[in-house]
């Protein structure tokens, strides 16, 4: 068993969230480019087909899954999944990376799963308290860059010695001398 079995219902409603967001959002299909989803952080659910063989293929997932804190549940047959994701062919797993109209949808999955589960939300509580944390220490350092330390170098002055004009006086000298 991989992934988070769930209902019918539940299966049944993660179909339509595929559905829904390969319309209006982004999915990744296959087990490479979901795996890639996971890594990157980017996938909101993952569905794993129950019929994968070798199971081995998927099931790094739900371990990956659980790590980011992204809900991984099991559907029924990789044809199925594979149609619900608009393929001609079955896929072993799809995930949802933008959820576009889905997004009402994926929230009640996601909820449902927790509650299947029994997970309170500890990876939630866990991330706004470290978001706590980091605003707090984010305060100071920002107080310190809207106060700009400015250090003037002194550079020594170059003395400018006024530039005598010898030439001019001693042309009127000589002029003066001529005249007399």
Sequence with gaps: ?????????LVEETYKAIEQAKVSGKISKGCNEVTKSLERGTAKVVAIASDVNPPEIVMHLP???????ITCVQVGGKEELGAASGLEVGTACVSIT??????RTIARIVEQV??????????EEEKKEKAAEEKKEEKPKKAKKEKPVEKKEEKPKKEEKPVEKKEAPAEEEKSEEKTE
Excluded: N
């Design 98 to 103: 933008k959820d576009g109209d889905a997004k």
């Design 63 to 69: 371990a990956l899954a659980k790590e980011k804190g």
């Design 1 to 9: 068993m991989v992934g988070t079995d769930i209902p019918k219902e």
């Design 114 to 123: 927790k509650q299947i589960t029994g997970e309170t939300g500890k990876k």
